[in-house]
């Protein structure tokens, strides 16, 4: 089955600076990679996906890349806010006609110190 | 546009007990997904239902049961509750125009004691 790692774990940078998470995925045929936010408490907030016919996807202040010859997908922060503190999540799913399981990779911690 | 909502928010079971965990779909989606969620780690999947059906399982055993009803909504059903069933149980809605996106609720704290 898929497998999905991701890295790094921790991540603290000082507010305005960019953060960066990457995660790899095993499974070729994965072709669908949403990026999930989640606050504590709440559960994950879908903020941005990429699909493998793209690669790469902007909205505002976050960024998803994707190599497939590489299986690797990354997303980018830029301008990082206090707000923008939570734990990330990326996840692979095999997404052809229908809503297919999402295997998710193991977090990253984010911290934005002001 | 109605979120995914989920019942009851926390839950204390003793180990053997049996609990069901309860699940609404946004507006619009017809597709029910649950995963469990132990403490620092991503969510695992359980199973998905799609029009009322089993529709995908992860690796859990069968005493983890699913149930989806016509208007789309959906139970999570542990039986024998063990230690390790302890975690964060959500459910992800889908389908409609959303295509591929599963939009999550904000999850049921189960404690087996």
């Known amino acids: 089955g898929e497998n999905v790692e991701q890295h790094p774990s921790t991540l603290s940078v000082q507010e305005g600076d960019s953060a960066v998470i990457k995660c790899t995925y095993s499974d070729s045929a994965s072709n669908y990679f949403p990026w999930y936010k989640q606050e504590l408490g709440k559960g994950p907030q879908l903020i941005i996906d990429i699909r493998s016919n793209v690669g790469e996807k902007k909205d505002q202040r976050i960024a998803v890349t994707l190599n497939k010859t590489a299986k690797h997908f990354s997303l980018h922060i830029t301008e990082t806010q206090p707000e923008d503190s939570a734990v990330y999540f990326c996840?692979?799913?095999?997404?052809?006609?229908?809503?297919?399981?999402?295997?998710f990779g193991t977090g990253t911690r984010l911290t934005i110190i002001p | 546009e109605t979120g995914v909502t989920q019942s009851p928010t926390h839950l204390i079971k003793t180990r053997g007990q049996q609990v069901t965990l309860r699940c609404s779909s946004q507006?619009?989606?017809?597709?029910v997904s649950w995963y469990q969620q132990a403490l620092g780690q991503g969510p695992q999947f359980i199973f998905q239902y799609y029009r009322e059906e089993e529709n995908g399982r992860g690796n859990f055993p069968p005493r983890f049961s699913g149930l989806q009803f016509p208007n789309y909504s959906s139970e999570l059903n542990v039986n024998a509750l063990e230690l390790d069933d302890s975690a964060l149980y959500l459910c992800?809605?889908?389908?409609?125009?959303?295509?591929?996106?599963?939009?999550f609720g904000p999850g049921t704290r189960l404690t087996v004691l």
């Open positions: 992800a809605s889908s389908g409609g125009t959303s295509y591929n996106e599963q939009f």
């Open positions: 996840a692979a799913s095999k997404a052809n006609f229908g809503n297919e399981k999402l295997t």
């Open positions: 507006s619009g989606h017809n597709t």
